[in-house]
């Protein structure tokens, strides 16, 4: 039986959120994307750090990351990617649980290439009048967030 939520650190991720799953690893649609197909690839045992990974969740989870980084880059007609893991909280992850960012890129999408970091941490709130795709970065619904996930099942891999 398909499972109804995946686990996110102590969230629950909405099947109709996941687009991708293999036995060890699933890719979901973010609920605050900074740009445009921002998705995000986690192992499906809670793991807080990279260093907990297994060598088996480590080359799934990055094989994964490498085709869809790619489908992505050429579904959003973007051309380049930010691949990007943020590993402890000084690092500025905020989900105890290891996640791999890919966020598709275009020219132009941020005044200067690296404030997408910023954005992604939410600190520098002036960041998003820079933002070309989502002004407001507000949390997006289920239902919303499920059109995207669809899109993916039906184009990626
Ligand atoms: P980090 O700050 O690197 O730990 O990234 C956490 C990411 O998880 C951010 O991109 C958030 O927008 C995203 N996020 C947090 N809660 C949820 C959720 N319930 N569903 C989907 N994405 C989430």
């Not at 939520?5 to 994307?33: M, Q």
């Not at 880059?73 to 791999?100: N, R």
Request: glycine share 4%.
């Amino acid at each position: 039986m398909a499972v109804e939520y995946y686990d996110f650190g102590p969230h629950k991720i909405h099947h109709s959120s996941v687009f991708h799953t293999t036995d060890i690893s699933f890719a979901f649609v973010n609920l605050r994307p900074a740009v445009q197909g921002h998705v995000l690839v986690c192992p499906k045992r809670k793991v807080k750090r990279v260093a907990d990974l297994t060598d088996v969740e480590t080359i799934d989870l990055w094989r994964i990351a490498k085709k869809l980084g790619r489908q992505l880059e050429s579904f959003h007609k973007a051309s380049s990617l930010t691949f990007c893991i943020q590993d402890g909280p000084q690092a500025g992850q905020t989900v105890p649980h290891v996640h791999i960012h890919i966020l598709p890129r275009k020219s132009g999408d941020y005044e200067n290439n690296d404030d997408i970091y910023d954005d992604i941490n939410e600190k520098e709130k002036e960041l998003h009048q820079a933002l070309a795709v989502d002004n407001e970065r507000k949390d997006r619904s289920i239902e919303v967030m499920a059109i995207e996930a669809d899109e993916y099942r039906k184009f990626l891999f």
